[in-house]
């Protein structure tokens, strides 16, 4: 059915479908360009029969996801509700009651940890406190916010698949950086 994963993505979201039925969160947090919203877009077509609540800092990172993933012969996936994390934080409770997911995936979770974009989060997770949720991200850590780790507090530490940077040049998912330097001399100029 649809896109088949490369094998990374496959064996994440198996992890991750086993961990969202024992525990109703699973989150993966992989390098950027390994392909985890694909992930999440077959959550959202081995579902195509409910509603997908899909959070995610902004409508340009989405669209460019899913481009991806027509690109890569993906159907469309009409029961996916789209919010960015901005759009839920105004939304009222009222709004958000009549959203009805029956999943609910944070991309780029570790941004829900914002002072005013966590607000919508809460809210949501309360309202729909027994809806799975699956988390999507490069780094669970908050840097600059006391090295909060999202993953622990979204996910209760449940994390399906991890992957570092170094893991994924080693095993060929991504090309390794290619450093190019430049010297220029201000004053001969």
């Not at 877009?41 to 993933?69: A, D, G, M």
């Not at 090295?147 to 991890?162: K, P, W, Y």
Request: hydrophobic content about 40%; overall charge negative.
């Amino acid at each position: 059915m649809g896109v088949k994963l490369y094998l990374h993505n496959q064996d994440a979201y198996n992890a991750a479908i086993s961990m969202l039925s024992a525990n109703g969160k699973a989150a993966i947090i992989h390098p950027t360009g390994t392909g985890k919203s694909f992930i999440g877009f077959k959550l959202c077509e081995e579902n195509s029969n409910v509603v997908i609540c899909w959070l995610s800092p902004s409508e340009y990172i989405f669209r460019t996801q899913i481009e991806n993933w027509k690109c890569a012969g993906g159907c469309e996936l009409p029961n996916i509700v789209f919010l960015t994390y901005a759009k839920l934080m105004n939304m009222s409770e009222a709004e958000i009651v009549e959203i009805h997911p029956a999943y609910i995936i944070l991309d780029e979770f570790h941004r829900a940890g914002a002072d005013e974009w966590s607000k919508g989060v809460e809210c949501l997770l309360s309202i729909y406190a027994d809806i799975p949720i699956l988390g999507l991200t490069a780094t669970a850590i908050r840097y600059l916010d006391n090295q909060r780790n999202m993953a622990d507090e979204l996910f209760n530490g449940n994390v399906a698949s991890e992957m570092t940077l170094g893991e994924a040049i080693v095993r060929g998912i991504l090309n390794p950086p290619k450093y190019v330097l430049s010297v220029f001399s201000h004053q001969k100029e």
